[in-house]
């Protein structure tokens, strides 16, 4: 189901009619859900959806077809939904690329990929096993574009974890092979699986589960609980660091790998930033090369922006205040500025929070000018982001989760909501996809009215459901 709600826009130069973005209802068969990641897992161009279904023990699949469907803000088909069943509770997911063996044809046993190919998967981690499982979800058989659905039989996972909540994936010793990171969030303890190259020896094989222990476990013992884990490089060595929400703080982890060491991690910074830290957001907020940190916290009500000023210097920029209950956070370019917007999942109110980045200063650059080697005489001012809450969207029933992707190609980015109270047991959809939520055009490419940072509610009012901060 799609709803476009137009909404009357009152100009200097007169009146004219801008529709509020718009949004596709997908009423999938998916109790509570819990976390929804977009990738294109058929390779055909198109961003598709997973979804962990938590109490109906599924990872969802929404296979992208915007390129067929007659409204160009309709990119799914319920009906077309693929579900792969599990015997434990998904809690959260991950998209990447495996590098698996030479993919031999089942019926006529012809070398499809007589090479090592990398294929598209889904990682899933499970509540009470609990488990760690791979889905890879292509059709073995030509075109190869089809997504298939299927079931796995979840192992209890080895190295004494009580439960699992989060995952990650990410390639931590340069090998070009995925490693996987599990969150045990109780414990609490990070177990890192790391895959192998020559020979080629993937952490998972495709659509299995595994009992093996993790090859490193990180200890977070000084911490009550854990949430989140992510991998990004924080200091520009070329290596894969661990960012972890404990607590109410941010830790950052340094990964010492050497060939000749192994892999290893050395808490470095970690910064204090509210009570209760429940989702990570990593991205370069003032594009001076080091990335940094927005984080969000429910119990404390509020959208936290950690800088990141190298050397593992890390603190807290600025705080903004979210009280519809923040337990998410996507980045996104929202406006096409080139500046990393922020989208936040704010559960207690239903609403989705576009939260703009406005950086100051940018007017004289100091880097050199690529035909002269002349430098502008003003430096640029890095130092000087700001973000502002911009706009909200009112949703479904208890928004827990975000992924962003250009669902219907049109140059700009959409959101996928996870919605934890709807679906089957819930009230209303499982997940919504809201296109072009910061730049509001018709979805046929009329050119498009982007809400400004500076004068966000001024130029696009239309925009604003009800009060951006819940």
Same mark, same amino acid.
């Given at each position: 189901m799609r709803r476009c709600i137009p909404v009357v826009l009152l100009a200097v130069l007169g009146m004219s009619i801008v529709p509020l973005a718009q949004v596709q209802d997908l009423d999938i068969d998916c109790v509570m859900p819990r976390y929804i990641v977009a990738d294109d897992l058929n390779k055909d161009g198109y961003p598709d959806l997973a979804v962990a279904c938590h109490s109906c023990n599924t990872v969802t699949l929404l296979q992208n077809l915007a390129a067929e469907m007659p409204d160009p803000c309709a990119a799914f088909d319920v009906s077309m939904a693929l579900d792969w069943q599990l015997d434990d509770a998904p809690m959260a997911i991950a998209a990447g690329d495996f590098l698996d063996e030479p993919l031999q044809c089942p019926r006529t046993k012809e070398w499809y990929f007589p090479y090592y190919s990398p294929f598209p998967s889904i990682v899933a981690v499970s509540q009470y096993q609990p488990g760690l499982v791979r889905v890879s979800p292509i059709e073995h058989e030509p075109p190869m574009r089809n997504l298939v659905d299927g079931s796995i039989e979840v192992e209890r996972l080895g190295g004494a974890f009580a439960t699992l909540n989060h995952v990650a994936l990410g390639d931590l010793t340069n090998n070009g092979v995925l490693d996987v990171v599990v969150l045990d969030g109780v414990t609490p303890k990070l177990g890192v699986f790391t895959g192998g190259r020559d020979p080629i020896e993937p952490v998972l094989e495709a659509n299995t589960s595994t009992q093996k222990s993790p090859d490193t476990i990180v200890d977070l013992a000084n911490y009550h609980r854990a949430y989140h884990v992510a991998l990004a490089d924080m200091n520009r060595d070329g290596l894969l660091d661990l960012v972890v929400a404990a607590d109410g703080k941010v830790l950052f982890f340094q990964n010492e790998y050497t060939p000749q060491a192994g892999?290893?991690?050395?808490?470095?910074?970690?910064?204090?930033?509210?009570?209760?830290?429940?989702?990570?957001?990593?991205?370069?907020?003032?594009?001076?090369?080091?990335?940094?940190?927005?984080?969000?916290?429910?119990?404390?009500?509020?959208?936290?922006?950690?800088?990141?000023?190298?050397?593992?210097?890390?603190?807290?920029?600025?705080?903004?205040?979210?009280?519809?209950? %923040?337990?998410?956070?996507? +980045?996104? *370019?929202?406006?096409?500025? !080139?500046?990393? @917007? =922020? /989208? $936040? #999942?704010?559960?207690?109110?239903?609403?989705?929070?576009?939260?703009?980045?406005?950086?100051?200063?940018?007017?004289?650059?100091?880097?050199?000018?690529?035909?002269?080697?002349?430098?502008?005489?003003?430096?640029?001012?890095?130092?000087?982001?700001?973000?502002?809450?911009?706009?909200?969207?009112?949703?479904?029933?208890? %928004?827990?989760?975000?992924? +962003?992707? *250009?669902?219907?190609?049109? !140059?700009?980015? @959409? =959101? /996928? $909501? #996870?919605?934890?109270?709807?679906?089957?047991?819930?009230?209303?959809?499982?997940?919504?996809?809201?296109?072009?939520?910061c730049c509001c055009p018709t979805c046929d490419g009329t050119t498009p009215c982007c809400a400004d940072a500076d004068c966000h509610r001024d130029v696009c009012p239309e925009l604003v459901g009800v009060d951006p901060k819940g």
């Open positions: 892999l290893s991690f050395t808490l470095q910074a970690e910064v204090t930033v509210g009570t209760h830290v429940a989702g990570l957001a990593i991205a370069d907020f003032n594009r001076d090369g080091y990335l940094d940190v927005a984080a969000v916290d429910p119990e404390f009500g509020a959208l936290s922006i950690v800088r990141n000023k190298g050397c593992w210097d890390l603190r807290l920029e600025q705080r903004l205040k979210l009280s519809g209950g %923040p337990v998410a956070v996507v +980045a996104l *370019d929202c406006t096409r500025t !080139g500046l990393v @917007d =922020l /989208a $936040v #999942a704010q559960k207690e109110s239903d609403q989705i929070t576009i939260v703009m980045n406005r950086l100051r200063g940018t007017e004289g650059i100091s880097r050199p000018d690529a035909c002269d080697w002349s430098e502008k005489e003003q430096d640029e001012l890095v130092d000087r982001v700001e973000f502002i809450v911009s706009h909200s969207y009112s949703v479904g029933k208890d %928004p827990i989760d975000l992924a +962003a992707a *250009d669902f219907n190609q049109n !140059g700009i980015l @959409d =959101l /996928a $909501v #996870a919605l934890h109270g709807g679906g089957p047991s819930g009230v209303g959809p499982a997940v919504q996809i809201i296109y072009n939520p």
